[in-house]
C-alpha cells in the first residue's frame, strides 16, 4: 500500500487517476507507415532520370565509379563488334563536345540490339543512360538496358545522293556510291572495299556487325551500289560506312555481259566484259592501261596496279588472249576491276640487246646480272646486263613491298635476275617497268652466258638471221650421217650437229615430231651448223615390231620391239639381230652401250633407219638406246593392241575356230576391237565337252610370235550336239559334240579312228594319241572335237581323250545336274557347279578378277570374269547377288543381282584407301590425260582434291578423252605404289561430258 502511494505522489494535484494506454499497437503502425513511405520513395526514384553530365565531368572521377549517368552527343566511331565464347559484344563512341567516352554493350544486350537494329553509326544523335567505370588510365560506359538508348535523330536517307568521289567536308553526311570493286580486305572492323567510280576510288566498309547476322558475297570485279555515312577514319580519310544492307546491292562481274571491241564504246556507263589479245601496257595519272585488240578494233582499259598484277608477266606475254570486265567510261574507255588470261602465252626470255624502242609498252623478260641497286624515293631502280647490253629496271613502291625478304636480299650487284615486265622509256632511255612482285626473281647466283637467250627462230623466219647465232625451233623430221657428220631433218631445214650434241637426243624418248630448240650459226636459210640441242618436246616414237619396217622408212628416227635373234661383233661393231631385222651399233656407240642384250633377250632399240645392201636397218646412235623389257607378266590388252605390243598380252576374246598345222593349234579368236589368229599347243586346249566354240576365253599371248602361253575358259559354251547325219563342211573349224554308236574302231599308229553313227548317217572321228582307249564296236560314244576336213569329208577330231566317254553318257550331251546350293562355309568341300546367295563386298584384280563375297556363315574370294560383273552405277558393292560357282574349276560362271545397291557417289578428294576394293562413282574435270600401251591413267578433280583414273584399254573401247573434259566414272578402289585411284571395268560405267 506504501507503494501505491508513493506512486500516486507523481500526479499533478487536483487530477484525477488516468486509465492506464495499452502502447505496444503502436509499433505495428509505425512499421506499416515505414512501409508504406519506402514504396512511395521507389515510385519516385523510378520515375526519375539518371542525371545528364558532360563527358568532361566523369572522366578520371573515382567519385563517378559505378554512377549511372546520362550522355549525350553525336556518334563518333564505327561501331565495333566482337565475339568471345560464343558472346557478342559491341561499342560505340559518343561525342558531346567536351570530350568522347565509350559506350560498351554486351550479350545478351548486344544480341538484342543487333537483332532490332538500334546500333548507333557515326553521325547519329543519341542518349545514353549507362554506368561509368573510371579506371586509373581509362573510362568508359556500359549500358544497362535497351531502353537507355534513345536515338535523337538518325543519320539516313532513303534516296541518298550518288557521289563519284569523297571530301572531307561530306563528313557526317548520308551518302551513296555506284561503282566496280577493285580491291577488296577482310579487316577487323569488317570488309572493305575499294570502289572505282570512274572519276576516283571511293572507301566503303560494310561494319561487321551487319555481317553477324547476315552473309554478304562480293569480290573484286563486282559493281556495288553502296549508300551509307561518310566517316572520316583517322580523322581525315573519308569512307562510306554502310548502316544498312536493305539498300545495298552487289551485281557480280560474272553476270557482266560480254560485248564485242568493236561495240564497247558506244555502252558508256554500262558494266561489262570485253575480251582480246594484250598489244601495251602504259601508265597514267595513277593507274595502268592496257591495250587489247581483236585484230581490228582496239580498246584501252584503265586498271589500278593490284588489278594488273593478276597478270604474271613471265606467264602472261603480250599477244596473250584476255578478257577484262569493268565500266565503260565517257572517254571510250573501259574502266576495270578485273582480268584474267583466257589463253596465256608464256613469256620467252630475250637477250637485252635486242630490246628496242619500237617494243614499248609489250611484255618482256630478261634474265641477267645486277650491275647497280638505287634507292629512287620509296621505289627501287636497277641497272642490269647479260653481256648483250644494259637496261634499267624500275621497280615501284607497291611492287616492292610485295617482294619477300630472300628476293630482296638477293637483289645484290654481281648477282643475277629473272625480270618481266612491261617496257617502257624513260628519259629517252628504254626500261623495264616491274608492276607486280611476280615479275622478279633472284637468283642467288650470276648468269653464265651460255644462259643467255638466243633470239627463237622458226624455218620461216631464218632469212633474217644469215650470219648470226640462233634458237631455231622446230621438228624433228629425220637423221642421216654421212662423212663423220650427222644431219638433222628439222622442217626441211638441214642441221649438221657433231655426235657429242647428238646425245641430248635419246631416240627411245624423242623421236621424229619431237620439238627440238638447236642453238646454230645461220649459213643460210636452208643450211644451219649446230652448235647444241636440247629436246623442248619429246614425243616418244611408237615401238614397231621388226617386220615393220621397210625401206621406205629411210631417215626416220624409230625404236623397234623383239626378240633378240642374232649378236655378233664385226671388228668392235656390233650387229644385232631382232626377228630378220639387222640393227647397227657402230663402233663408238658399242663402246660406250649401257646394255649389250644377249640372244633370247626381250629389247627395244631406238635409232635411224637406213639401208644396207638395199634393205632397211637400223643404226644405233645413242649408247642408252638399247633397253631391255623386264617380263612382269602379262598386261591386260585388246585384239587390236597385238599389233604394236611387244610384252604378252591378256585378251579376253571369243572363240571362233579351231584348226590344226605342222604340229600346232590355231584359235581363230576376235573381241570388239578386231579378230586374229593365235597357235596354242594341245595342252593349252580346253575340254571341247566343258568348252565349245563360242566361249569366252582369257588368253595370255606373245605379240611377237603370236602363240598363246596361258589359256582359261572365262564364259564356257557347252558344245551343240549334232546328229551324226547333219556334220558337213559348212561346221568346219567348230566344236561340236555327238553321241552316236562305234560302227566301226581301228587303230592308226598311236591313234584312233572311229566311224559314229545314230542312225542318220555315218560320220568319221579321229583321235590323236587315242589309240588305248577301250572302244569297241557297237560302244554308245560320247564325245565332242572340231570339225576338220579329211579327203573331202567332214571329220570330227577330238583333241583330247578325255573327251571321249563311253555309255552311260546322256544323249543331250554336256548337260549338267540341276546346281545344288550351298553356303559359303560349303565351297571349300563342294565339287561342280553350285548355288550360293551371297553379299558382294569387294572386287580386285590380280592375273584376273576377283570378288569378294560373304554370307551368315563365312566370306570367300572367288575368281570371275570380268564380263559379269555388274555395272557399278547399278549394283555395286553391298548388293545381294546370285552366283553359279564352278567349285572345279573354281570360277564364277554367272552372276544375276537379287537387291542392287548402286555404287556410293563421292568427291574426288575424299576417296581413300579406306575404300579399297570397293566400288565407288566419282565425277570431275580431266587435268591429265596418259596414254600407255595398255591403259589410259586419267587425272581428274572435282574441286576437292585431284584422283587417278586407271582405265584398261580392253575397258575404254572407242573412248577417247582430253583435258579440260568432264568425266562420271564407276568402278573399284585400288591401290598403285601407295597412292589410290579407281579402276572402271565397263565401259558403260565411263561417261564422258
Not at 538508348?149 to 551513296?176: C, D, G, H, I, Q
Not at 577484262?324 to 620467252?348: F, S, W
Not at 616418244?540 to 619396217?549: A, F, K, N, Y
Request: proline share 5%; net charge negative.
Amino acid at each position: 500500500m506504501a507503494g501505491e502511494k508513493e506512486e500516486k505522489k507523481l500526479y499533478y494535484h487536483g487530477l484525477k487517476e488516468q486509465k492506464k494506454l495499452d502502447v505496444s499497437r503502436l509499433k505495428y503502425l509505425s512499421l506499416l507507415l515505414s512501409v508504406i513511405g519506402v514504396a512511395v520513395l521507389l515510385v519516385v526514384a523510378q520515375g526519375a532520370q539518371a542525371p545528364l553530365m558532360d563527358v568532361k565531368e566523369v572522366t578520371g572521377n573515382y567519385m563517378m565509379n559505378y554512377a549511372v549517368v546520362r550522355l549525350s552527343g553525336t556518334v563518333a566511331s564505327v561501331p565495333y563488334v566482337s565475339e568471345s565464347g560464343g558472346k557478342l559484344s559491341l561499342t560505340f563512341t559518343i561525342d558531346d563536345g567536351t570530350g568522347q567516352m565509350d559506350v560498351r554493350v554486351y550479350s545478351p544486350l548486344a544480341d538484342e540490339m543487333i537483332e532490332r537494329g538500334m546500333v548507333p553509326f557515326p553521325g547519329d544523335n543519341v542518349t545514353a543512360e549507362v554506368q561509368l567505370r573510371v579506371r586509373e588510365t581509362y573510362t568508359y560506359a556500359m549500358l544497362q538496358y535497351l531502353e537507355g538508348l534513345k536515338f535523337n535523330s538518325k543519320l539516313y536517307s532513303e534516296n541518298p545522293e550518288t557521289v563519284k568521289e569523297l571530301t572531307e567536308n561530306m563528313s557526317n553526311t548520308y551518302v551513296a556510291v555506284q561503282g566496280i570493286v577493285t580491291a577488296l580486305s577482310n579487316v577487323s572492323s569488317g570488309y572493305l572495299l575499294t570502289v572505282d567510280t570512274g572519276l576516283a576510288p571511293v572507301t566503303v566498309l560494310i561494319p561487321r556487325v551487319l555481317l553477324i547476322k547476315n552473309n554478304v558475297s562480293v569480290k573484286v570485279g563486282d559493281t556495288v551500289y553502296a549508300p551509307g555515312i561518310v566517316y572520316l577514319y583517322k580523322g581525315t580519310s573519308p569512307e562510306i560506312v554502310v548502316r544498312s544492307l536493305e539498300q545495298f546491292n552487289v551485281t557480280p562481274i560474272e553476270s557482266a555481259p560480254l560485248v564485242p571491241l568493236a561495240e564497247a564504246s558506244g555502252y558508256v556507263g554500262m558494266v561489262m566484259s570485253v575480251q582480246g589479245n594484250l598489244t601495251g601496257i602504259s601508265y597514267e595519272n595513277g593507274r595502268y592501261v592496257i591495250t587489247l585488240t581483236d585484230g581490228v578494233n582496239y580498246l584501252e582499259v584503265l586498271v589500278p596496279r593490284e588489278v594488273l598484277a593478276s597478270l604474271n608477266p613471265f606467264e602472261v606475254a603480250s599477244g596473250s588472249l584476255v578478257k577484262a570486265a569493268g565500266k565503260m567510261g565517257d572517254d571510250g574507255r573501259l574502266v576495270g576491276a578485273y582480268l584474267k588470261a583466257v589463253k596465256p602465252v608464256n613469256t620467252e626470255f630475250l637477250p637485252v640487246g635486242v630490246l628496242t624502242p619500237d617494243m614499248k609498252g609489250t611484255i618482256v623478260a630478261v634474265r641477267a646480272n645486277v650491275e647497280e641497286v638505287q634507292k629512287v624515293g620509296s621505289n627501287l631502280k636497277l641497272v642490269i646486263s647479260d653481256g648483250t647490253g644494259r637496261i634499267d629496271v624500275f621497280i615501284p613502291s607497291a611492287t616492292l613491298r610485295e617482294l619477300s625478304n630472300e628476293t630482296l636480299s638477293g637483289l645484290k650487284e654481281g648477282l643475277g635476275v629473272e625480270v618481266a615486265g612491261y617496257l617502257d622509256e624513260y628519259r629517252g632511255s628504254p626500261e623495264i617497268v616491274v608492276y607486280t612482285g611476280e615479275g622478279i626473281k633472284a637468283l642467288g647466283r650470276p648468269v653464265s652466258p651460255s644462259e643467255v637467250q638466243l633470239p627463237k627462230v622458226k624455218a620461216s623466219e631464218l632469212e633474217g638471221y644469215t650470219g648470226k647465232l640462233v634458237d631455231f625451233i622446230g621438228t624433228l623430221q629425220g637423221l642421216t650421217y654421212a662423212n663423220g657428220t650427222y644431219y638433222l631433218n628439222v622442217d626441211n631445214v638441214t642441221v649438221s650437229i657433231s655426235r657429242d650434241a647428238l646425245m641430248a637426243l635419246n631416240p627411245l624418248e624423242a623421236g621424229d615430231g619431237s620439238v627440238l630448240v638447236i642453238r646454230a650459226l645461220v649459213r643460210d636459210p636452208d643450211h644451219l651448223k649446230g652448235e647444241s640441242l636440247t629436246v623442248q618436246t619429246a614425243v616418244p616414237p611408237v615401238q614397231m615390231r621388226p617386220d615393220s619396217v621397210t625401206p621406205e622408212m629411210v631417215g626416220r628416227v624409230i625404236v623397234v620391239a623383239g626378240r633378240v635373234t642374232d649378236v655378233a661383233n664385226l671388228s668392235g661393231n656390233l650387229k644385232i639381230t631382232l626377228g630378220n631385222l639387222p640393227v647397227f651399233v657402230p663402233r663408238t656407240t658399242a663402246d660406250e652401250l649401257t646394255y649389250v642384250p644377249q640372244e633370247g633377250d626381250l629389247v627395244e632399240i631406238g635409232g635411224y633407219v637406213e639401208l644396207y645392201r638395199g634393205e632397211p636397218e637400223v643404226v644405233v646412235f645413242h649408247p642408252e638406246a638399247i633397253g631391255k623389257i623386264e617380263q612382269t607378266g602379262p598386261v591386260e590388252g585388246t585384239v587390236s593392241d597385238l599389233k604394236s605390243a611387244v610384252e604378252p598380252l591378256l585378251l579376253t576374246v571369243a572363240w571362233d575356230s579351231i584348226s590344226y598345222e605342222n604340229g600346232e593349234y590355231y584359235l581363230a579368236v576376235h573381241d570388239d576391237t578386231g579378230s586374229t589368229t593365235v597357235t596354242a599347243t594341245k595342252e593349252l586346249l580346253p575340254n571341247p565337252i566343258e568348252a565349245a566354240t563360242g566361249s569366252i576365253l582369257r588368253i595370255v599371248v606373245d605379240p611377237l610370235s603370236g602363240s598363246a602361253t596361258s589359256l582359261e575358259v572365262a564364259n564356257a559354251v557347252q558344245p551343240k550336239l549334232y546328229r551324226t547325219g547333219d556334220v558337213t563342211l559348212d561346221l568346219k573349224g567348230e566344236v561340236i559334240a555327238l553321241n552316236a554308236t562305234a560302227v566301226k574302231v581301228s587303230t592308226v599308229g598311236n591313234n584312233l579312228k572311229l566311224t559314229l553313227d545314230d542312225g542318220s548317217g555315218k560320220v568319221t572321228v579321229f583321235i590323236p594319241s587315242g589309240a588305248g582307249l577301250n572302244i569297241t564296236e557297237g560302244a554308245v560314244v560320247y564325245t565332242a572335237g572340231y570339225v576338220e576336213e579329211y579327203r573331202g569329208a567332214p571329220e570330227l577330231v577330238v583333241y583330247n581323250t578325255e573327251a571321249v566317254k563311253v555309255e552311260g553318257v546322256p544323249s543331250q550331251g554336256g548337260a549338267t545336274e540341276t546346281a545344288k546350293e550351298v553356303t559359303v562355309s560349303e565351297l571349300s568341300s563342294a565339287t561342280g557347279q553350285v548355288n550360293l546367295t551371297v553379299v558382294w563386298e569387294g572386287v580386285a584384280y590380280k592375273s584376273g578378277y576377283y570378288i569378294a563375297v560373304s554370307d551368315d556363315t563365312g566370306n570367300a574370294t572367288l575368281s570371275i570374269s570380268r564380263e559379269l560383273l555388274p555395272n557399278p552405277f547399278e549394283a555395286g558393292t553391298g548388293s545381294r547377288i546370285r552366283i553359279t560357282y564352278d567349285a572345279d574349276r573354281k570360277k564364277v560362271i554367272s552372276l544375276t543381282v537379287v537387291e542392287a545397291v548402286p555404287a556410293e557417289s563421292y568427291k574426288t578428294g575424299a576417296v581413300t584407301l579406306d575404300l579399297k576394293g570397293r566400288t565407288v562413282v566419282v565425277e570431275g574435270t580431266i587435268k591429265d590425260v596418259y596414254n600407255g600401251k595398255s591403259f589410259i591413267k586419267l587425272t581428274i578433280d572435282d574441286g576437292s582434291g585431284e584422283l587417278v583414273i586407271f582405265i584398261p584399254k580392253s575397258v575404254a573401247g572407242d573412248l577417247t578423252f582430253s583435258e579440260g573434259q568432264r568425266v562420271k566414272v564407276g568402278g573399284y578402289v585400288s591401290e598403285y605404289r601407295g597412292a589410290v585411284e579407281v579402276i572402271p571395268y565397263t565401259a558403260d560405267a565411263i561417261q564422258v561430258r
